[in-house]
């Protein structure tokens, strides 16, 4: 679980720390001050720079860029794709031009970036070194220029250094392919996570997420959820209705029929979207852009409910944004409810002359900022 939060040269966030994170964290802000941004940057530190995680970003960017879009080789493309994750589009390759996202720990030097808990990536000059191991086996190490000591150096690569705590990856540009193409298999390890955008009523995993949770107590979780809109709502399942095609069906206790949950409306189904990603992010992340995106605002105070619940039980640190009023209120009253201590956060973002910044709000400051009638969006 992340205690704080420091993000820099990520895409608009120049450089953002959050000194404290709760459980759970709702993030507000008007339109282009970063809130889906953080959300992304949190991915890609909770799956370590995971490569298939960057691409899908820069694929629903619009930011893979294909041959036929430009006539620059497969180097200047995929230079092109990934410098967009940067701030400014910057291509350099000194530390200081690294997107870096992870913890603040406390030094004598005040509140700086983890080593051990940043996942970082930048663009590196590098070459090839070819060197026999002690077995006499042959082994390939791609040695990183430094450019304040090895300028002279001209037959070099470009590639994007992945790096996580102390270990680093390498990958090269010079490639007659795509960013979309490259895969790491088993290298990180990836933490359990769940991303649910902006448009995601219901997902094609949803049948992958439920499987995992069948004849467990999650199921009931499951139910209990489905409950908050369709109160007799007794089972559901997933049936392949085409090759590949697996969608929802709900058992009401009042009628023997099975029944289409898409036929039930958008709420039910982005409620069994959110409680499946939350009960499969065991001891991870689960991160939702848009909460109330589907779901009326009679609702979302008793979805919270159950999110705050669970993500004690589980162990799951939520990431949330909103631009709704209503979901900010049905927060807060579960927040500063009397069924224990509960651990959680409102961070609002301001763009001020292009500079993000933000203002933390913990239990206390939002009932009071609610009772003053302070906007917080």
């Known amino acids: 679980m992340l205690d704080s939060l420091n993000i820099k040269n990520y895409r608009n966030l120049k450089e953002i720390k959050i000194d404290s994170l709760g459980k759970v964290n709702l993030i507000t802000g008007k339109n282009n001050t970063g809130k889906s941004t953080i959300l992304e940057a949190l991915a890609i530190y909770a799956t370590k ?131 979309y193409r490259f895969r790491f298999k088993g290298f990180w390890g990836n933490e359990n996570i769940q991303f649910i955008r902006t448009g995601n009523i219901d997902r094609d995993i949803n049948g992958i997420l439920f499987d995992n949770i069948t004849l467990t107590e999650k199921e009931q979780y499951v139910i209990e959820a489905l409950r908050i809109i369709e109160p007799q709502t007794e089972r559901i399942a997933f049936i392949e209705e085409a090759p590949g095609e697996r969608n929802a069906v709900i058992k009401l206790s009042d009628t023997q029929k099975v029944l289409p949950l898409r036929s039930m409306g958008d709420g039910i189904n982005r409620i069994l979207t959110i409680i499946l990603a939350l009960v499969n992010s065991d001891n991870g992340f689960l991160l939702i852009d848009e909460f109330e995106n589907g779901l009326h605002h009679t609702v979302q105070e008793q979805l919270w409910k159950i999110i705050f619940a669970l993500s004690q039980k589980l162990n799951i640190q939520v990431f949330v944004t909103t631009h709704s009023e209503d979901c900010i209120n049905g927060f807060e009253n579960i927040l500063n409810s009397s069924e224990g201590a509960l651990s959680g956060k409102l961070i609002r973002l301001d763009n001020k002359n292009g500079k993000i910044e933000h203002v933390e709000f913990d239990a206390r400051e939002l009932k009071i900022a609610n009772e003053q009638d302070i906007d917080v969006r």
């Open 49 to 179: 720079g995971d490569i298939s995680l960057i691409s899908q970003l820069l694929e629903e960017r619009g930011e893979n860029f294909k041959q036929k879009d430009t006539n620059k080789n497969s180097t200047e493309i995929n230079i092109l794709s990934f410098a967009s994750l940067f701030a400014n589009r910057n291509v350099g390759f000194d530390i200081t031009d690294a997107i870096s996202i992870g913890d603040l720990e406390n030094t004598s030097y005040g509140r700086i970036p983890s080593v051990e808990k940043q996942v970082s990536l930048r663009f590196v000059q590098y070459i090839d070194e070819v060197q026999k191991d002690e077995q006499g086996n042959t082994v390939r190490k791609r040695i990183v220029i430094q450019n304040n000591t090895e300028k002279h150096v001209e037959n070099y690569e470009i590639g994007l250094e992945i790096k996580s705590g102390n270990t680093a990856y390498i990958l090269s540009l010079d490639e007659d392919d795509r960013p």
